[in-house]
């Protein structure tokens, strides 16, 4: 018999039994390696391909990086970043002209910008320049803080006049001896690598200061004391100090500085030698009555 | 012979690589029920020496963790009748229970009530050459029992070992070790019919399942709800199913007999359709709610409405009295318990010094059976439910699912059967060497 109401459909058998299929489909989901891929696997896999395909893309990895370093840029760029002037602390003139003009940068710039390391190392390797330390102060400050090396000795090198400081390094370079005649001057190739030996030289010899002209490395290995009336005292490699004191004692006592003497050789300390100007060789000899057949 | 001896041990390798995985169903395929449990084995480490609780009786090695239960359709006397129907009784039971379990099971232990089990006692003997009874020993005495001719189209089902002899000292569990001149061997073999289990591999194989043991459901009733002392005294365990009632016998510990009887609570219901002229549904119901056997003066007074929906009003308002209802069934039942009774008597129970009887299964939950039971069975009668193991449902703790626990039980600690034991290749080396020396005399 038909039913009257259309929408009363037979009922399904009554039968509670899953579908081969289903049957099969649950025991797949029940499947512990299947459900790990399915419910981890698969989203995970899923969100990496989709990003990589999304990012594979050359426009739009560009337009990423572009609008990455506008970002950075705009940040970096904000006042309160930007670096307006530059202080130099403890610089004379002539140094502080010079480190403005070999700094690598123009104001203002972003402090993010800025190599404060490869800054120093410019500005240290100036000659004149002991220590430097660089910093970015509050308020947009580049702050240079220099150390200037002080000059100690007027050397005459291979380049002409030179000023050095205590340890030898050169500050800069001297037009005339003149314009520095506080310094104490050496001479000789090599003496700037012995600048502190010959300044403890110069120190000892203060009795003859106002007759010293300066000390002059002789071989890069022993020094000469010049004495004006072109007088030099020949100092040993060794214990060179020891040395001159003991010219210096022989002076005290019998005034030898002031005496017709061209050297005084010292080199070997157990022999001190004299050595004569001509007039009062010839003076000495006829003295002793000793004849001497010129042979000029 | 030797085909089943390697299809059992590849069940018992089966077995063995699900235990390996932790996880295994047990199928109890009744005429009445289809009922799936789904077991976790803990492994040896989940008790503690110190707790003082050991292993008892092997329930506390493995865990109930999905249990389902739907109606069987397609089985009659325990046994398949409508494959397709069963595979999809199978098949609902199986996903409800991995669903409740949350794990996908391979391997099922399915344990069945027909295909007419057969009892046979075999017994063997051998010489002990080595005065001391090794594996060896024990499995060349397994196969020097005399098979009797158990039929064409049957199958071994079980082949337990019962009881060993050294010489003339009988009863030894486990002869290895034993010194003496000879050892034999009494052995219980239970034969079924083929075809029945060809049908259920079938089914199973259907579902993607892969049958790892099969057992019979009476001895699976015998063993989850005889105690331990029944067990080892002597008791029969008498199965009232739906289709089919499954009769064992136990004495130390060992099923020594198992039939069945192909009558059980359906038949009953069956009866009650046909007297009382109700559908089959509701004579289900009218046994399950007002059944009984034992009827009194005040089962006259109390009415059942027979309500039918067939438009017809005088056939629509019958009522029937209960009485009435316990005279259709207690014939059924009577008839049943003395087919019981018949078979205890051809297997010799009477002769056992216990005569503890038990009864289980569904059908045993009929009020005042056992009153009836005892009139007939003799007097050691008691109704047993099944051994509660762990992690198993209020709801399938019945005397209806006997069967089922017990192979829960079996699947845990299986008893050796005679497939545990390999095959003694005894005389190979002789033959061989005879053979040697023969062609050497051929040929020089």
């Known amino acids: ?296 | 012979m030797t085909d089943l001896y390697q299809s059992q041990r590849a069940m018992r390798n089966k077995r063995q690589a699900a235990m390996q995985r932790g996880v295994i169903a047990v199928l109890d395929v009744g005429s009445s029920k289809i009922a799936c449990l789904v077991l976790r084995f803990d492994g040896p480490d989940s008790f503690r020496d110190s707790d003082g609780i050991g292993s008892m009786a092997g329930q506390s090695s493995f865990r109930v963790i999905g249990a389902a239960t739907t109606r069987s359709r397609g089985v009659r006397f325990g046994e398949i009748d409508a494959m397709h129907e069963t595979e999809r009784a199978i098949r609902t039971a199986v996903q409800a229970a991995q669903k409740m379990a949350g794990v996908r099971v391979d391997h099922v232990i399915a344990c069945f009530a027909g295909a007419k089990p057969r009892s046979y006692g075999l017994a063997g003997s051998v010489d002990l050459h080595d005065g001391a009874v090794t594996d060896n020993c024990v499995a060349r005495v397994l196969s020097s029992c005399d098979v009797p001719d158990y039929g064409e189209n049957r199958e071994i089902l079980h082949a337990q070992p019962v009881n060993f002899a050294v010489d003339h000292r009988s009863g030894l569990a486990d002869p290895r070790g034993q010194a003496g001149n000879s050892l034999s061997v009494d052995m219980h073999m239970l034969s079924v019919d083929r075809a029945p289990i060809e049908n259920l591999l079938y089914c199973i194989k259907r579902c993607d399942l892969e049958l790892a043991g099969i057992a019979s459901s009476s001895y699976a009733a015998g063993i989850s709800s005889l105690v331990e002392d029944e067990q080892e005294l002597g008791a029969a365990c008498i199965d009232l199913g739906g289709g089919s009632t499954g009769i064992s016998i136990f004495i130390k510990k060992h099923m020594i007999y198992a039939d069945t009887v192909r009558m059980g609570g359906d038949h009953v219901t069956s009866d009650i359709s046909q007297g009382l002229q109700v559908p089959m549904p509701t004579a289900e119901r009218i046994k399950t709610f007002y059944g009984g056997v034992q009827a009194t003066g005040m089962d006259d007074r109390d009415m059942i409405d027979l309500s039918s929906d067939t438009g017809d009003w005088e056939h629509d308002r019958r009522t029937v009295s209960r009485a009435e209802v316990i005279g259709v069934m207690r014939p059924r039942m009577e008839e049943i318990l003395e087919e019981v009774r018949v078979r205890l008597d051809a297997a010799g129970f009477e002769h056992l010094p216990s005569q503890r009887i038990v009864l289980t299964g569904g059908a045993s939950q009929l009020p005042g059976l056992d009153g009836l039971a005892s009139r007939i069975l003799g007097q050691q009668v008691r109704l047993g439910r099944p051994l509660r193991v762990q992690g198993l449902p209020q709801s399938v703790t019945g005397p209806g699912f006997a069967s089922a626990v017990g192979t829960c039980l079996f699947a845990a600690h299986p008893q050796d059967e005679w497939w545990d034991f390999d095959i003694p290749v005894e005389g190979y080396p002789a033959r061989s060497l005879k053979r040697a020396v023969k062609w050497f005399k051929d040929n020089w």
């Open chain 1, 1 to 296: 018999m038909r039913p009257l109401n259309p929408f009363n459909k037979p009922q399904p058998s009554n039968d509670p039994a899953p579908s081969r299929w289903s049957y099969r489909m649950e025991r797949l989901w029940l499947t512990p390696s299947f459900r790990r891929i399915v419910r981890v696997g698969m989203p995970s896999f899923l969100v990496v391909a989709s990003l990589g395909l999304y990012f594979s893309n050359a426009d739009r990895q560009q337009a990423i990086a572009d609008k990455y370093t506008e970002i950075r840029r705009s940040i970096e760029e904000r006042p309160e970043f930007m670096v307006k002037l530059m202080a130099i602390d403890g610089a004379s003139t002539g140094l502080n002209s010079a480190i403005r003009e070999v700094m690598p940068v123009d104001l203002p710039i972003s402090s993010f910008d800025l190599d404060l390391e490869a800054m120093r190392k410019q500005v240290e390797s100036l000659d004149a320049v002991k220590r430097v330390d660089v910093r970015v102060r509050k308020g947009g400050l580049l702050q240079i803080n220099v150390e200037e090396r002080v000059p100690a000795v007027v050397w005459r090198g291979p380049d002409g006049l030179e000023l050095l400081d205590g340890d030898g390094h050169r500050v800069s370079a001297l037009q005339t001896r003149s314009a520095r005649p506080d310094l104490p001057f050496i001479a000789g190739e090599g003496a700037n690598a012995a600048v502190p030996e010959a300044l403890a030289l110069i120190e000892r010899a203060a009795p003859i200061r106002d007759r010293m002209i300066g000390v002059v490395r002789i071989s890069e290995r022993r020094w000469d004391v010049v004495l004006d009336r072109a007088q030099r005292i020949m100092l040993p490699p060794r214990d060179a100090a020891r040395a001159l004191d003991r010219v210096l004692a022989l002076n005290d006592a019998q005034d030898l500085l002031a005496r017709d003497v061209t050297h005084i050789d010292i080199r070997n300390p157990d022999r001190p030698t004299l050595r004569m100007s001509s007039d009062a060789l010839a003076f000495m000899r006829e003295m002793q009555g000793i004849q001497v057949k010129n042979n000029q």
